[in-house]
C-alpha cells in the first residue's frame, strides 16, 4: 500500500499528485503525437507526403513530417480564394486540407491525379486548431490542392491539425490507408489507431493512488 511522508497532509498529498497527473496526461498526448510524426517518417519512403490521423487522448489529429512534392504530371486548373483553405475534412467526399492556421489560404487545384476512396462516412468538420504550414489536400471533384506559390519540388516543412473532443467515430472515419497519385508524385493519407505508450499505466496508477487517499479515513 502506498505510504504518504509523515511531513505531507492529505490536501497537501492530493494537490501533489493531481499536478503529476496533469504532467502525466500532458506527456501522453506528446506521445501521441510523436507516434503520429513517427509513422510519417517511416512511411515517407512510399510517398512524397504522408498524413497521418490519429486518436490522441480525446482528440483526433493529423500530422505530417513534411516533404515535397513533384507537380510536373500535374495540369494547373484554377485558383481558389475564398471557397478553400481553411484546416478541414469531409470524409464522404472525399476531401481535406492540413496545416496551416485557422485563416483562408488561396490554393491552387492540379488535375490529372487518380484521387482516393472516400475515407468514411462524415461530413463537413473544421479544424480547432491548426500549426505549421500549409499542407497540401485533396478536393474530390476538383483535384489535388495546393498552396497556391508552391514551387515543385519545394520542401513542405511539418504541419498538423486538432479535432478537439472528436474520436474517428464521431468524424465518420474508417481506417485505412488512402492514396491520392499521378506520374510523379503522391499525397497518402494514412488513418490508423496506435499502440497505447506506456506512460498510460504511470497515469492509470496516479489516478489509483488518488482514489486510495479519497477514501481512506482522515
Known amino acids: 500500500m502506498p505510504t504518504v511522508p509523515a511531513d505531507w497532509s492529505r490536501d497537501e498529498f492530493l494537490s501533489r499528485t493531481i499536478s503529476t497527473i496533469s504532467y502525466l496526461s500532458s506527456y501522453l498526448r506528446k506521445c501521441l503525437i510523436g507516434v503520429s510524426l513517427t509513422i510519417g517518417f517511416t512511411m515517407q519512403t512510399y510517398a512524397a507526403i504522408m498524413i497521418t490521423a490519429v486518436q490522441s487522448g480525446p482528440d483526433v489529429v493529423f500530422s505530417s513530417p513534411g516533404g515535397t512534392l513533384d507537380l510536373s504530371g500535374l495540369t494547373i486548373n484554377s485558383v481558389q480564394g475564398s471557397t478553400l483553405g481553411t ?15 485557422q485563416s483562408i489560404y488561396p490554393y491552387s487545384v492540379y488535375a490529372g491525379a487518380t484521387l482516393p476512396s472516400p475515407f468514411g462516412t462524415g461530413g463537413y468538420v473544421e479544424a480547432t486548431s491548426s500549426s505549421g504550414y500549409a499542407g497540401p489536400g485533396i478536393f474530390s471533384q476538383l483535384g489535388v490542392l495546393i498552396p497556391t506559390g508552391y514551387i515543385s519540388g519545394a520542401t513542405f516543412d511539418p504541419f498538423w491539425s486538432v479535432y478537439a473532443g472528436q474520436t474517428f467515430a464521431g468524424l465518420g472515419m474508417t481506417p485505412g490507408t488512402y492514396a491520392t497519385t ?33 477514501r481512506r479515513p482522515t
Open 87 to 101: 484546416a478541414s475534412i469531409q470524409p464522404d467526399f472525399p476531401y481535406f486540407i492540413v496545416g496551416g492556421s
Open 182 to 214: 499521378w506520374s510523379t508524385d503522391s499525397i497518402v493519407l494514412n488513418v490508423q489507431t496506435v499502440p497505447i505508450p506506456s506512460a498510460i499505466w504511470l497515469f492509470l496508477s496516479a489516478l489509483g493512488i488518488v482514489g486510495w487517499v479519497r
